[in-house]
């Protein structure tokens, strides 16, 4: 670590840091799926067929995100299973911002700017996370994120240069989803837990007050091109600091989220754990393919082996034929 290398699957490893990282990236796995629900709430209702095709994409993109990072938490010997059952039964997180409700059609420009912005921001320095596989699955996913960043922007600004129905809709989004967005980042320093280590450890390369401040100061010249405001009156430049100063965060709403008291904390679960049991089905045949197409493998294998095993013997036998 000292010398900033990679650490990989079978390099050994203190089990905290094992445990650290599969905590994290189970957290993050959850995060991506139950994610999904908030915004595949418009599909139906997008306003066009190519808002439609967009947030379809996006949508499946975070389940793409989900496989990725389940599949680095099985590289350290965590099963999927058995990450799943600890989400489903409320002992494993995902992040807060996914239990507050996705009420119009700017909710999901709103989404894609700040909640995608923030994850951006957060997994930016990920893709130097000491441990291989976290740290490759967040190249592909940045890359994603940052296309879905861009579609919310996107978004916002028709919204935002419509009518004043339009516009309003949009700043009402912008006003609910950021303070939530500033708590994406995780407790102020002083109350992380977990930082001091995993920053040791170079899990993560930032604290969570450092990316949240990097955050605002991102937000600040998009908002004004978007036209919209930020809903916080204590934001002002700070000249000898070089970033901008925020209000304070109500850090009692985050926790109460945390414990399961968000406005959609018990939605996001019932429809995760029925969309895992009515997708029992599609494991299963999923499982027998893979089972046949890999015995299928094995047989073709042992053919084509015994094909060659036949051929050499038989140049064998003419060469020793020659020799004689
Ligand atoms: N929500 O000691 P720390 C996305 C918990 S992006 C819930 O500071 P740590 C993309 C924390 O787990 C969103 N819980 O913890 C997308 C710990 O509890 P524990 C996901 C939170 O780990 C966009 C306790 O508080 N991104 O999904 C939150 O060092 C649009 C103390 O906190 C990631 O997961 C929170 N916001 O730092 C998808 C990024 N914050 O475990 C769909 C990777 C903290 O002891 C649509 N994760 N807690 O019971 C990280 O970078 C870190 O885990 C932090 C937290 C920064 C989130």
């Given at each position: 670590?000292?010398a900033d ?17 599969v905590?994290?990236?189970?957290q ?6 139950i ?6 709430n418009?599909?139906t ?7 439609k095709a967009?947030l379809?994409a996006k949508v ?5 995100h989900g ?7 099985e590289?350290l010997?965590a099963?999927?299973d058995?990450?799943l059952?600890k989400l489903h039964s409320g002992?494993?997180?995902y992040?807060?911002?996914f239990?507050?409700?996705?009420l ?8 894609g700017?700040l909640?995608?912005?923030?994850a951006i921001t957060?997994?930016v320095?990920?893709?130097?996370c000491?441990y ?5 699955a967040?190249?592909r996913?940045?890359k ?5 960043q ?5 978004l916002?600004?028709?919204?935002s240069r419509?009518t004043?129905a339009?516009?309003a809709?949009?700043?009402d989004a912008?006003?609910?989803w950021?303070?939530?967005?500033l ?14 280590q ?5 899990i993560?390369?930032?604290s ?12 600040v010249?998009q ?8 809903p916080d009156p204590?934001?002002k ?8 100063d925020f209000g304070?965060?109500?850090w ?12 959609c ?9 029925r ?10 045949a999923?499982a027998?393919h ?5 015995e299928?493998?094995?047989?073709t ?5 015994a094909i060659e ?5 038989a140049?064998?036998s003419?060469?020793?034929?020659a020799?004689a």
């Amino acid at each position: 670590m000292a010398a900033d290398e990679r650490i990989e699957p079978r390099d050994w490893m203190p089990d905290a840091y094992r445990s650290t990282l599969v905590r994290q990236i189970a957290q993050h796995a959850h995060s991506e799926i139950i994610g999904m629900q908030p915004e595949a709430n418009w599909i139906t209702r997008a306003p066009s067929l190519r808002r439609k095709a967009i947030l379809m994409a996006k949508v499946q993109d975070e389940a793409g995100h989900g496989l990725y990072l389940y599949s680095a938490a099985e590289t350290l010997g965590a099963s999927r299973d058995d990450l799943l059952d600890k989400l489903h039964s409320g002992r494993q997180k995902y992040s807060s911002i996914f239990n507050y409700p996705t009420l119009t059609w700017a909710d999901v420009g709103a989404i894609g700017w700040l909640v995608d912005g923030a994850a951006i921001t957060n997994q930016v320095p990920l893709c130097r996370c000491s441990y291989g596989p976290y740290a490759r699955a967040m190249v592909r996913v940045c890359k994603e994120e940052s296309f879905h960043q861009r579609q919310g922007y996107e978004l916002l600004l028709a919204l935002s240069r419509g009518t004043e129905a339009q516009h309003a809709m949009a700043q009402d989004a912008v006003d609910r989803w950021w303070w939530p967005s500033l708590m994406m980042f995780g407790p102020p320093d002083a109350e992380s837990s977990h930082s001091e280590q995993s920053m040791t450890w170079k899990i993560k390369r930032h604290s969570n007050d450092e990316l949240r401040q990097r955050f605002v100061d991102i937000c600040v010249p998009q908002a004004e091109s978007l036209g919209l405001a930020l809903p916080d009156p204590d934001l002002k430049w700070n000249e000898e600091r070089g970033q901008h100063d925020f209000g304070a965060i109500d850090w009692s709403e985050f926790w109460s989220v945390l414990k399961g008291n968000g406005p959609c904390n018990e939605q996001r679960m019932t429809q995760r754990r029925r969309a895992h049991e009515e997708g029992a089905w599609v494991r299963e045949a999923a499982a027998a393919h893979a089972a046949r197409h890999s015995e299928r493998e094995r047989a073709t294998g042992d053919s084509e082996r015994a094909i060659e095993n036949s051929e050499r013997a038989a140049e064998d036998s003419e060469r020793e034929e020659a020799t004689a």
